[in-house]
């Protein structure tokens, strides 16, 4: 798959990459502040989901891959065909389910990602709230990261009891910054004016383990 792009095209989305945090996710993140508790060794997003990306972002990420040592490249590898048994297993008992295969990515290596720096667009938004719209009013829903559950981000203003963020809260605390849900979805993040004017194309959009053949 890395050879389907060429050294410049890899250049250019490199460029996207800088730009998409230096433009928007890093603005993001600023504003978020007084309610984001990510650090390092913090891995909660990236232990149960379906990591959605397309084929330039997964070729970069095999770019980083192929840096790692052998020990991690077959421990990853392992990592793939197990995971790519249990999709199978869980579709063939949840032919109807709604939620899909989630797995915990098989990049993560004791709560780190083995290829930071290579990661997805997704995986860089991942504590940030954001919006979708509801499937019958067509309204913007807020999404707050679920790991407000485990006391993290968002929780200082969470209330358990109604399940929103609470403005009580946030004044008690003298926060002024109000909490924001941004566009975040995968279809704005790739097809905006700073991807329109850098020769690259994004390619197809699958999870992650679908990307992979089913033999290793």
């Known amino acids: 798959m890395i050879d389907d792009f060429s050294d410049e095209q890899f250049a250019n989305y490199k460029i996207y990459l800088s730009l998409i945090e230096e433009k928007?996710?890093?603005?993001?993140?600023?504003?978020?502040k007084p309610y984001i508790c990510c650090k390092a060794g913090c891995s909660y997003c990236c232990e149960k989901g379906?990591?959605?990306?397309?084929?330039?972002?997964?070729?970069?990420?095999?770019l980083g891959f192929s840096q790692l040592s052998t020990e991690q490249k077959t421990e990853i590898l392992e990592k793939i065909k197990r995971?790519?048994?249990e999709k199978i297993n869980f579709e063939s008992k949840n032919p109807n389910s709604v939620e899909g295969f989630?797995?915990?990515?098989?990049?993560?290596?004791?709560?780190?990602c083995s290829v930071y720096e290579y990661r997805a667009v997704i995986c860089r938004t991942h504590g940030l709230m954001f919006f979708i719209e509801d499937?019958?009013?067509?309204e913007p829903k807020n999404k707050i990261?679920?790991?407000?559950?485990?006391?993290?981000?968002?929780?200082?203003?969470?209330?358990k009891e109604t399940k929103t963020l609470s403005d009580v809260k946030m004044y008690e605390l003298g926060i002024e910054q109000e909490p924001l849900a941004y566009n975040l979805s995968l279809k704005t993040l790739l097809n905006n004016d700073i991807a329109k004017n850098l020769d690259f194309e994004f390619g197809e959009v699958k999870t992650m383990i679908d990307w992979f053949p089913d033999k290793n």
């Open 102 to 112: 989630m797995y915990e990515c098989p990049f993560l290596e004791n709560h780190k």
């Open 145 to 159: 990261p679920f790991c407000v559950n485990l006391g993290l981000n968002y929780s200082n203003i969470y209330d």
């Open 24 to 32: 928007m996710l890093n603005k993001y993140f600023e504003e978020q």
């Open 83 to 85: 995971l790519k048994q």
């Open 50 to 62: 379906q990591y959605p990306m397309s084929k330039i972002e997964l070729a970069y990420i095999l």
């Open 135 to 138: 499937d019958k009013t067509n």
